[in-house]
């Protein structure tokens, strides 16, 4: 049993390579952060927008200087502000949103993707991290804050939403908008506070209650709700707000808020892998963590005899499916602030019995499959990825800090939109009832 100040340390050592991923896989002349290592791969906004919030942790805790993170952070908002917006289907983004991917050296749309809207929330948040983060009277920081809120304030939201009460997924300009929307209880919740809180273009006030009568409530090992399968749809948006004893209408008729609810997801992602019903190598009471993730198909193997099909990314879940035994120890770290009385000895497990840091530049392997087996040469006898992420290393580096002081949860707070977001919502409780907490942010404005 590892002591409680091996674990600290630990905590401090998953976090420092993690952070790692953003110091090396970003391209400073105009801060856009690689999607996946591998050669060739293009930028995702949601990993830079990750980026931007993960800066200020890094000045707090000694992995780059203050004037190091403010020209990174210029170089990024600078680029969005100034990058082509419009119909050209090689432009950066419309209507104050952007593309899922571009390219990292040009930072023009890559691969025909989509115009994203979450991926875009995840970008704004954070610019308004950084915002609210560089508050010092210097030209540099005063910069940051003006673009923060300009970049935020284009973001047209009522477009997003084509009509229609609930937000498209997003926008091509081949074909125009998807067909999906955001329904269902998913990783929206943040986009809709912020949609909600625009001083410009803000959501209609019915999109939030159309998006919550979607919900649907679920018993597993005797824990009640809001179901989702894949564990990262419970972490995405706690990384960025505090929702500790937050209500809104759907929580006040349960008696829950959604970090409880995020507690409880946890732990039935614990219990599944204990009850195993896919009779997985390796799951367990420390050995956990079902959710989107890399996997090692398409493949279908006869094993100990029995037929397993393999897929490669896709967004496991629980306890429904899919699973084909592919675990993420990145999920597990970001679920910390939820239940660190489980989390803690599967990060053990996954650092000193399954060594998922061993030879790995930034915190951990990405995923890893017991049961499939390792690469012939491989240390291992299973299959582990052989990338990194930027949506996968965001999230441990920020959701350790919020666990050991609610730094992004602070800042966040001290953002005049997300208090206005939350109250449209319906929102009342927890740090709400407390006092505006905006001043910062307000006065810091230049």
Not at 327 to 352: Q, R, T, Y
Not at 397 to 423: F, Y
């Amino acid at each position: 049993m590892r002591t409680e100040a091996e674990r600290q340390d630990d905590l401090s050592t998953l976090q420092r390579e993690t952070f790692g991923y953003f110091r090396h896989e970003t391209n400073p002349a105009n801060g856009l952060v690689r999607d996946k290592t591998e050669p060739g791969w293009p930028a995702s906004i949601a990993a830079t927008g990750l980026a931007l919030a993960c800066y200020p942790v890094g000045v707090e805790r000694g992995y780059m200087s203050r004037e190091t993170a403010i020209q990174r952070t210029l170089a990024t908002l600078r680029f969005f502000w100034n990058s082509p917006q419009g119909e050209a289907s090689d432009a950066t983004g419309h209507r104050g949103f952007y593309y899922h991917f571009l390219d990292m050296q040009t930072g023009r749309r890559a691969w025909t993707c989509e115009l994203s809207t979450i991926d875009s929330a995840l970008l704004l948040a954070g610019a308004l991290a950084a915002g609210a983060y560089f508050t010092e009277s210097a030209d540099a920081e005063a910069e940051i804050r003006f673009l923060a809120e300009a970049l935020y304030a284009r973001a047209d939201w009522a477009w997003a939403q084509d009509g229609g009460d609930t937000v498209t997924h997003g926008w091509t300009p081949e074909a125009g908008f998807l067909p999906y929307r955001w329904e269902g209880y998913d990783e929206a919740l943040l986009l809709y506070v912020l949609g909600l809180g625009s001083p410009t273009h803000p959501l209609s006030g019915v999109s939030y209650v159309a998006w919550t009568s979607t919900f649907r409530w679920e018993r597993h090992y005797g824990y009640d709700y809001l179901y989702a399968g894949p564990l990262f749809i419970h972490q995405l948006s706690h990384v960025w707000l505090d929702l500790r004893g937050l209500q809104d209408a759907v929580m006040r008729e349960r008696g829950s808020d959604y970090f409880e609810n995020s507690r409880r997801a946890t732990y039935v992602q614990q219990r599944y892998a204990i009850e195993n019903p896919g009779r997985f190598a390796g799951y367990g009471e420390h050995c956990w963590g079902v959710t989107a993730s890399e996997g090692p198909g398409p493949a279908t193997l006869s094993l100990d005899g029995v037929e397993r099909r393999f897929e490669d990314y896709v967004a496991r879940g629980v306890p429904y499916g899919p699973d084909d035994g592919t675990l993420a120890p990145w999920a597990v770290a970001a679920s910390l602030p939820f239940a660190p009385e489980i989390v803690g000895p599967a990060l053990d497990f996954c650092i000193h019995q399954a060594q998922l840091k061993r030879d790995n530049a930034y915190g951990f392997k990405a995923a890893f499959n017991p049961t499939y087996p390792g690469a012939p040469g491989s240390p291992y006898d299973w299959w582990v990825s052989p990338w990194h992420f930027g949506l996968n290393e965001g999230p441990v580096v920020l959701m350790i800090e919020n666990h050991r002081n609610g730094l992004l949860w602070d800042l966040m707070r001290h953002c005049p939109c997300i208090r206005r977001g939350l109250e449209r919502a319906g929102f009342r409780g927890g740090w709400l009832d407390g006092p505006s907490g905006c001043a910062r942010f307000d006065t810091a404005r230049g």
